[in-house]
């Protein structure tokens, strides 16, 4: 069982820049493939940015990409998103997730995760 705590959610005005933090209990995250996903009023819940399993390899959603950076220290057994040049759009709850296929990648869909963080709010003001 891994439990999953997000923090560093807040309001920033456009342009600016949040770090948020995603903290795992029970098991190293080096199992898992890490994923921040987010989901803004009214749309479906969206991938952002992921580690693959053994945190060789990083993906991002063509919308972040350049602005968003995922991150990891397995010593803290915590994984990171950095994100720069904010927008009004990148208003949303973001969530991090852990997945234990082999066959994980990054178009996988929400609900082969294994586990959900309970999420942290993102709101960018114009």
């Known amino acids: 069982q891994v439990q999953l705590v997000e923090s560093g959610g807040g309001l920033v005005q456009a342009g600016g820049s949040l770090r948020l933090s995603c903290a795992a209990s029970?098991?190293?995250?080096?199992?898992?493939?890490m994923a921040w996903f987010r989901q803004a009023p009214g749309k479906e819940r969206e991938f952002a940015a992921a580690?693959?399993?053994?945190?060789?390899?990083?993906y991002y959603a063509d919308s972040v990409k350049g602005r968003f950076t995922i991150s990891r220290d397995n010593a803290k057994n915590t994984v990171y998103l950095q994100m720069n040049s904010l927008k009004p759009e990148d208003t949303a709850v973001y969530y991090c997730?852990?997945?234990?296929?082999?066959?994980?990648?990054?178009?996988?869909?929400?609900?082969?995760?294994?586990?959900w963080g309970q999420g942290t709010q993102v709101t960018v003001s114009s």
């Open positions: 997730a852990a997945d234990s296929s082999p066959n994980w990648g990054p178009a996988s869909p929400t609900y082969r995760y294994d586990y």
């Open positions: 029970g098991r190293t995250l080096s199992r898992y493939a």
């Open positions: 580690f693959n399993r053994n945190g060789g390899r990083t």
